[in-house]
């Protein structure tokens, strides 16, 4: 490809509406151009990147075995009526009326349509195991789109819906996904874990998630590689303490404590510990709210409170209206003792002692507070996040902290959707055996963020070389001025490209610095240099993307430099 002839425009400036770094780059590369909040185009050398990762991901799954198909992004209502999602999924389903009244949706997912397909086609044992996938265009209306097309509202999916007879052929299923999906972020170049992830409402099925690993991902993941464990912080178990409590050395106090609605204003008023309060928080529940209580320095899990009876999920801050009304304080000042609604206590909250909580009064505290002497001794509950430094479920090993983006999930889905849809085989005896299901979706679209997060420097992008949109940049020097620099590049060129190389040959009339700083921002692997200077000695200068400095090779040198053997 010319240069000239592309169509590129990289941006010098940072676009304001960018704030984490791929997004940064792929707007001044020229990769992506934003419509509208969460949609995208892709220009042609983002398509060129976003292609090459739809053929690694397209390559593993048909080794897999998986077979491809297409189907409507549209879809019927009915469908959706039928397994409870019309209600259930809300306002990420972007719905829309036809012609004829008939409900809609733009598919954010595809477990309707594939369950539909199976239960019309699969009619015998013998067509199992199958497995179907597709690459295609969902929309989800994110609340909060952002990250350009990391978190965007329209974005491409590989997904992929497995059918087996029984629970130990839907396993099967499964695994050789997980080897998939292993191949392809291998052969991606990017670094990833992969982590034990929330299976949502259809509880013991397994889940898990491919995270590579960024700092501006917006999982967070806990693992330890002693035990082998991995797992979404959302899902990660905290251990219970051992229930070993000092005894109380203080008695129980009401003091005044003017602003300190948060832990932070607290323990410098104070001058203790966050370890030495005790958080309350108040969320909504079915019958009214409930509290939720934590130590001062930790976090609450979300997931884990919308698994207690009561709470409701999402999860949802009681409003300070209805906290004033029921406790009779503003948030920030509500505890425990003496409070009239169901309260959960976190594990880690058991062996405190001589501890301070709100006193559900309006700016005033309790402090020297002892389980057993001033509010019964609780059960308590596993309510928060796990943190860095945290044992690990088997006790015998530590939890480190690191940041994901989850870029692929596999799921066991076992017989929810085909049980709702009645997507039935006959099985050897001629018996009607409902399907077991797996569904396995990547983050086409996400992925080249991804990349990027994890690929980068000041002065640009690195692609890894199995996604890079060119494989080598041509940089003639004042080829316009120069007969012989334009026949060395040009021949160069070709003999590049009977070499099977993407080549890009930036022949535009420019200085050597604006391409130079453009070749950098795109990220190609390999540079070449060609200048007068060099051909009089039958060299050319070459740099590799991550190479500090360029060194002179010869001519014939170049394709063995790019292409080792
Ligand atoms: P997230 O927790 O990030 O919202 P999800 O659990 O909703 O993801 P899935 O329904 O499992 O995602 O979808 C499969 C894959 O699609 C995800 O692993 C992710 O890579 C990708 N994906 C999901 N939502 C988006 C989005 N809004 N923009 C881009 N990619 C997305
Ligand atoms: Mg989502």
Not at 25 to 50: E, H, K, Q
Not at 282 to 291: D, H, L, R
Not at 423 to 446: H, P
Not at 467 to 492: D, Y
């Amino acid at each position: 490809m010319r240069f000239s002839k592309f169509g590129l425009t990289t941006l010098r400036d940072t676009p304001a509406e960018a704030e984490i770094i791929s997004h940064k780059l792929m707007l001044r590369a020229g990769l992506i151009r934003r419509l509208a909040a969460g949609l995208f185009t892709w220009m042609p050398l983002g398509l060129r990147v976003l292609r090459r990762v739809e053929k690694i991901v397209c390559e593993e799954m048909d080794r897999a075995g998986a077979l491809e198909l297409i189907m409507p992004a549209v879809q019927p209502a009915e469908l959706w009526k039928e397994t409870g999602r019309w209600d259930k999924y809300g306002n990420l389903l972007l719905r829309m009326r036809d012609r004829h009244d008939r409900d809609f949706c733009f598919g954010p997912t595809h477990e309707e349509v594939i369950t539909d397909i199976a239960r019309r086609e699969l009619r015998s044992y013998k067509q199992l195991p199958i497995n179907f996938y597709q690459v295609q265009t969902k929309f989800r209306d994110e609340i909060r789109p952002r990250f350009g097309v990391m978190r965007a509202r329209e974005f491409i999916m590989k997904d992929a819906y497995s059918f087996d007879l029984d629970q130990s052929g839907l396993e099967q299923s499964y695994q050789a996904m997980h080897a998939a999906y292993t191949a392809i972020f291998e052969r991606l170049g990017l670094k990833f874990r992969v982590v034990d992830a929330d299976s949502g409402e259809i509880g013991g099925n397994r889940s898990q998630e491919f995270m590579v690993l960024a700092d501006s991902g917006e999982d967070a993941i806990a693992w330890c590689d002693e035990d082998g464990y991995a797992s979404n912080v959302e899902t990660a178990a905290t251990v219970p303490e051992d229930g070993k409590r000092a005894a109380a050395k203080v008695n129980l106090e009401k003091i005044e404590t003017p602003k300190t609605k948060t832990v932070e204003t607290l323990t410098e008023l104070l001058e203790i510990g966050p370890d030495k309060i005790l958080k309350t928080l108040i969320v909504e529940g079915k019958k009214g709210p409930v509290a939720l209580v934590i130590r001062g320095d930790h976090e609450l899990n979300a997931i884990k409170a919308c698994k207690m009876p009561n709470v409701t999920e999402p999860l949802t801050m009681a409003n300070p209206e209805t906290i004033q009304e029921i406790i009779g304080c503003t948030p920030g000042y509500v505890g425990p003792i003496g409070l009239d609604i169901p309260v959960y206590y976190d594990h880690a909250t058991k062996c405190m002692s001589d501890f301070v909580c709100g006193a559900n009064e309006f700016e005033k505290h309790y402090i020297g507070v002892n389980f057993g002497r001033d509010i019964k001794t609780p059960t308590t509950v596993d309510l928060r996040n796990v943190k860095d430094g945290d044992p690990t479920p088997s006790g015998s090993g530590t939890l480190k902290i690191a940041r994901g983006i989850e870029v692929g999930h596999i799921f066991q889905l076992g017989q929810s959707y085909s049980e709702a849809m009645r997507a039935t085989v006959q099985d050897k005896d001629g018996n009607d055996a409902t399907l077991f299901m797996g569904c396995y979706g990547i983050g086409v679209t996400r992925i080249v963020g991804a990349a990027i997060e994890q690929n980068h420097d000041e002065r640009g992008i690195i692609w890894p070389e199995s996604i890079a949109p060119f494989k080598v940049v041509l940089i003639p020097i004042n080829m316009h001025q120069s007969e012989t620099v334009r026949e060395v590049a040009t021949t160069l060129y070709s003999e590049l490209k009977a070499a099977g190389l993407d080549v890009l040959l930036d022949d535009r009339d420019a200085r050597p610095g604006v391409k130079f700083a453009d070749a950098e921002l795109i990220g190609i692997p390999h540079r070449l240099v060609i200048s007068e200077r060099g051909i009089k000695v039958g060299q050319l200068e070459y740099r590799h993307r991550r190479d500090e400095e360029a060194k002179m090779i010869a001519y014939d040198k170049a394709l063995q430099i790019i292409t080792p053997s």
